[in-house]
């Protein structure tokens, strides 16, 4: 058993060390807003914040992230960023399906975090390794470039 800081609560988990972390948020705690994608850590949909850093879930072995803290879609919303960035993402009507955008926000999150003032190019770095099969990705960077105009 070892102890998750998730969304700042404390969560006691009796898994094996070795389970994703994804799988740990969604079958073990029930928090189902972070999406399960292709399963080898290219898509993105698995996204979370460790720390201030965006990470892929579907591989993160929990234990590995035992004692730090980590931030999922639940509660991305609680920073100013995020909040920022969920914002722009309603103003610029990005989402379609929306099976990709728990994973599309955390990363664009990091991102402003890091780069309060994002170029094109930097957006698209950033944002490279999360897809969306709707093609959002120019209402993606709108919106990015207007929170970080907010």
């Known amino acids: 058993m070892f102890q998750l800081m998730i969304n ?32 080898i850590a290219q898509c993105g949909a698995c996204t979370v914040h460790v720390g201030s850093n965006a990470v892929r879930s579907c591989l993160l072995p929990a234990a590995s992230v035992a004692g730090q803290p980590i931030t999922t879609i639940e509660a991305v919303g609680d920073t100013p960023s995020g909040a920022k ?22 990363a664009a999150t990091a991102l402003l975090d890091a780069t309060p003032k994002p170029s094109d190019a930097d957006i698209d770095m950033a944002m490279a390794g999360n897809i969306c099969r709707c093609g959002t990705y120019v209402r993606i960077r709108a919106a990015i470039h207007a929170a970080a105009e907010a």
């Not at 609560?9 to 292709?38: A, E, S």
Request: proline fraction near 6%.
């Open 8 to 39: 700042g609560n404390t969560h006691d988990v009796d898994v094996p060390p070795d389970m994703p972390l994804l799988w740990v948020l969604r079958d073990v705690l029930g928090m189902t807003g972070t999406k399960f994608g292709c399963g």
């Open 85 to 106: 960035i969920q914002k722009a993402w309603l103003d610029h009507e990005v989402v379609q399906c929306g099976y990709c955008q728990s994973g599309q926000i955390m």
